[in-house]
């Protein structure tokens, strides 16, 4: 299908105050306190790519900030730059603060994870009563939602929506899968007001945000965009070719869910204290925090295949290689803590939509040469093993070689999506002929595959090959008559 190939990114070296760049029609500027380096241009990209106003960045390794990175503007109505005390509203983030709030008293000896939530909140609808702390943070609780899907009440007033969400049934069995859910948040608030005798609020700030010396995100407090804070950042959309303001806000009684607003440069010192032992005195309180939730059989409950666990606060990224723990907010910030490489990467927008945690891994492959798309990161070890037969005999040999690897290695197998992506990736990274070939593989492989004839006419297009583009989009559609793109294309075409 079609893909907007993005030139190379040329590496600049150029002392600079200011760069600025025009981007769906919007005037950019992109700001840095050092040297641009490939990062940068990086980053630049991506903003130019998803439409993203301003971005503020903070990359962690070995426990010392390594990287700080300013872009863009903070408002776009009074062209205020992005800045390193401007102050992005971090949405769902701020369950990671909630999360080591709940494991801090489990360190104190007044929580248990495992214990149904009755035991700490006598006042809770029957239904509701066995559902473990655990299932709550890991939102495989089944009670209802007391927000609806955009982020309003379900009734008119806080205290009318809690007592209507408490005569609501259960969506499932607790522990029987994953369900993203405000009403679990709520309850874990009401759970620590009752056990640290003070406001969730203000154990978060005493016991993390004073600790750590996170003045600014103290000072801008729990609300959301709603509120007035100093050096914040604006809120947007990009929809129909244009920017529009969007609000974020929860009552007093949800922002343990979301509500906080922070710098990247704050988070950085945040992680770093996490991980020093300054907020969690026991190794098996921060494996605790970031150990995903097991569903009912032993499945992880999650976001999705990338985003596929959820532990104490924290969305996981669970896998055999560099997994993550990786707080996301509102589809526009994220904190990324890869616990076994000593990194941290913080990547702050002001633009709903920007989705930062698909390109995070990216950036850790700065920093982590095995992790970049080039060295074959994410693939699998079939197509990985494939991927390095070819970077040293050539990908013309790609059918052949897959043929012999067939023969030595009974477990090699190919899966028709991971091909069709790893072109798509070649592609991205101007590898013209080589994704070619791996288009070519993959018809070889399918060849009653609609979408796999789709992908290589897109590619003899893109080369400007009109004739072979044209065949296999005719093919593509005789295998399935249905398909709009290849349709299209023909008459783009003819």
Not at 31 to 59: C, E, H, V, W
Not at 200 to 213: A, D, H, M, N, R
């Amino acid at each position: 299908m079609n893909i907007n190939l993005a030139g190379r990114i040329s590496t600049r070296t150029n002392w600079f105050r200011k760069l600025v760049f025009a981007t769906g029609g919007i005037l950019l500027s992109c700001s840095s306190y050092s040297q641009t380096d490939d990062i940068d241009a990086f980053l630049i990209t991506k903003m130019q790519q998803r439409n993203i106003p301003g971005m503020q960045i903070a990359i962690v390794k070995n426990g010392e900030i390594v990287k700080l990175g300013n872009y863009g503007v903070a408002n776009l109505q009074d062209s205020v730059p992005v800045t390193e005390n401007t102050v992005f509203v971090i949405n769902s983030i701020t369950k990671a603060f909630t999360g080591v709030a709940i494991m801090q008293l489990v360190e104190a000896g007044k929580l248990n994870l495992s214990l149904p939530v009755s035991t700490y909140l006598d006042d809770l609808p029957e239904v509701w009563r066995s559902v473990t702390i655990q299932q709550l943070l890991s939102h495989t609780s089944g009670i209802p939602d007391i927000v609806d899907e955009e982020t309003d009440l379900i009734e008119k007033g806080e205290e009318a929506s809690w007592k209507k969400v408490q005569t609501l049934p259960n969506d499932f069995k607790p522990g029987e899968r994953f369900s993203y859910n405000q009403t679990n948040y709520l309850v874990l608030g009401r759970v620590i007001d009752k056990l640290s005798g003070m406001p969730f609020t203000e154990l978060i700030i005493k016991e993390q945000l004073q600790k750590v010396g996170m003045t600014t995100t103290a000072k801008a407090g729990f609300g959301g965009s709603r509120d007035v804070t100093a050096n914040g950042a604006r809120e947007y959309r990009f929809t129909k070719g244009k920017h529009t303001n969007m609000y974020f806000w929860l009552p007093p009684s949800l922002q343990t869910a979301a509500g906080m607003s922070s710098t990247a440069k704050e988070l950085a010192n945040w992680t770093i204290a996490l991980q020093n032992k300054q907020l969690l005195k026991e190794d098996q309180s921060l494996a605790a925090l970031w150990t995903p939730a097991r569903l009912i059989g032993g499945r992880l409950g999650g976001f999705s295949g990338f985003l596929n666990g959820y532990a104490v606060g924290w969305p996981i990224v669970a896998r055999e290689e560099h997994p993550a723990a990786a707080a996301v907010g509102g589809n526009r910030s994220a904190v990324f803590v890869y616990p076994d490489d000593n990194l941290s990467i913080i990547v702050l927008t002001n633009l709903m939509g920007a989705q930062p945690e698909s390109f995070v891994d990216e950036l850790a492959g700065f920093y982590i040469p095995d992790m970049k798309e080039a060295n074959g990161f994410g693939l699998s070890p079939s197509v990985k093993l494939l991927k390095i037969e070819l970077d040293k005999l050539g990908y013309k040999n790609a059918i052949s070689r897959v043929k012999k690897i067939r023969k030595t290695t009974p477990t090699f197998k190919l899966n028709e999506n991971e091909i069709n992506n790893w072109g798509y990736t070649l592609l991205k990274q101007n590898r013209v002929a080589d994704a070619l070939e791996i288009f070519k593989l993959n018809v070889a492989l399918y060849p009653q595959s609609a979408n796999a004839f789709d992908s290589l006419g897109e590619t003899y297009a893109t080369m400007g090959d009109k004739a072979l583009a044209i065949k296999n989009y005719e093919k593509s559609v005789q295998l399935n008559p249905k398909n709009e793109n290849a349709i299209a294309a023909l008459k783009d075409l003819n």
